[in-house]
């Protein structure tokens, strides 16, 4: 098996060497030589992925796990067949060279964190396979940089500018409507993982910062890594005004269970299930999937300062992003986890 890898990679090397390439200086201040003309590409992870299909679909050659039929739904139906390579990156990592190969991309794409260990990942997997391997920055307010430079790269200039501006649109819009609302007006948020809500996002984490960016008060302090288990106790410390949880059925539990039915966002029904499809709008993955959500969320804490409708909103992000038409039973689904249940009392 080394020696077939060893073979397989040689013969990558061989013939991207005959390819026309130019050297591009990805986010974390790596030298790749890209080639000229990129047709097929590699998601390395998820939050590549959806950039990827909101980017260039026609480009793009296989998805890091398969998405389930939920999730095919919500896709672009050109999108919705394309098989799982598994993950080069990130937690759960299951792809080898030997599947990546077997694709025959000429580009490899991930996007989140520049730190040195994923640079040297990136570096190890370039060099096993003899395919550039670009790292990204995934940080949330560099998605308009990233779609342009993306795009620029791979022949979808003026997709990536476009989607640019509408990022830049939207992270505008929201970043107005926090900046004109006084601190102390601000919400309370806790951010509730798990059947149970008993995880949560650290603040300024990667897993909360957009929640923050659309003006909530992370009720979890910043501390060491992005997650972190909590007790019942310590959430009827925090008492937040606002719940927002990863799992669609935890609103009913929380409002059920004496442990959280006394907190002010239970009683008032502000206890709202993240939408997933297709899709996590928080953190599943931390890609630009988050767009909508930090529009969601805004929308949520200072609704007087967003007249278009939510429903309108998700209609024409996922029109332009993802390529889809929503059918108004799919736009109820989407509404209905993110509303909530009404006040207890």
Same mark, same amino acid.
């Given at each position: 098996?080394?020696?077939?890898?060893?073979? +397989? %990679?040689?013969?990558?090397?061989? =013939?991207?060497? *005959? #390819?026309?390439?130019?050297?591009?200086?990805?986010?974390?201040?790596?030298?790749?030589?890209?080639?000229?003309?990129?047709?097929?590409? +590699? %998601?390395?992870?998820?939050?590549? =992925?959806?950039? *990827? #299909?909101?980017?260039?679909p026609d480009k793009m050659i296989a998805w890091p796990r398969a998405p389930s039929p939920e999730e095919r739904a919500f896709l672009n139906p050109a999108l919705r067949d394309l098989p799982a390579s598994g993950r080069l990156t990130g937690r759960g990592g299951s792809a080898n060279v030997e599947a990546v190969l077997a694709?025959?991309?000429?580009?490899?794409?991930?996007?989140?964190?520049?730190?040195?260990t994923y640079a040297s990942l990136a570096d190890r997997v370039q060099a096993q396979t003899g395919i550039p391997y670009l790292l990204l920055d995934g940080r949330f307010k560099a998605t308009p940089e990233t779609y342009r430079s993306l795009g620029a790269l791979i022949g979808a200039a003026e997709e990536g500018e476009a989607l640019a501006a509408e990022a830049e649109t939207i992270l505008r819009n929201v970043a107005a409507a926090v900046e004109a609302v006084p601190e102390e007006k601000r919400p309370r948020v806790y951010?509730?993982?798990?059947?149970?809500?008993?995880?949560?996002?650290?603040?300024?984490?990667?897993?909360?910062?957009?929640?923050?960016?659309a003006g909530g008060r992370n009720v979890a302090g910043a501390g060491a890594g992005g997650l972190a288990a909590v007790s019942p106790e310590q959430v009827?410390?925090?008492?937040?005004?606002?719940?927002?949880?990863?799992?669609?059925?935890?609103?009913?539990?929380?409002?059920a269970d004496p442990l959280w039915n006394g907190l002010t966002a239970v009683r008032a029904g502000r206890v709202h299930a993240i939408?997933?499809?297709?899709?996590?709008?928080?953190?599943?993955?931390?890609?630009?999937?988050?767009?909508?959500?930090?529009?969601?969320?805004?929308?949520l804490f200072f609704p007087e300062q967003f007249p278009q409708t939510l429903g309108d909103a998700v209609r024409d992000f996922y029109r332009r992003?993802?390529?889809?038409?929503?059918?108004?039973?799919?736009?109820?689904?989407?509404?209905?986890?993110?509303?909530?249940?009404?006040?207890?009392?």
């Open positions: 098996m080394p020696l077939l890898r060893c073979l +397989l %990679a040689l013969a990558c090397l061989c =013939a991207s060497g *005959l #390819a026309a390439a130019r050297p591009f200086t990805d986010a974390a201040g790596r030298r790749v030589e890209v080639p000229e003309r990129v047709t097929r590409v +590699l %998601a390395a992870g998820p939050p590549a =992925a959806v950039l *990827l #299909a909101t980017l260039a694709l025959k991309p000429d580009l490899i794409v991930d996007v989140g964190s520049t730190a040195a951010y509730g993982r798990g059947p149970r809500g008993l995880e949560t996002g650290l603040a300024g984490s990667i897993n909360t910062e957009i929640i923050e960016a009827l410390v925090w008492n937040p005004d606002v719940i927002i949880a990863l799992d669609p059925d935890f609103p009913k539990l929380a409002a939408p997933t499809l297709p899709f996590g709008w928080v953190d599943a993955p931390p890609g630009v999937n988050r767009l909508i959500g930090l529009r969601w969320l805004a929308g992003f993802y390529r889809v038409e929503l059918t108004p039973e799919q736009l109820d689904q989407l509404l209905r986890d993110a509303a909530g249940p009404g006040p207890t009392r």
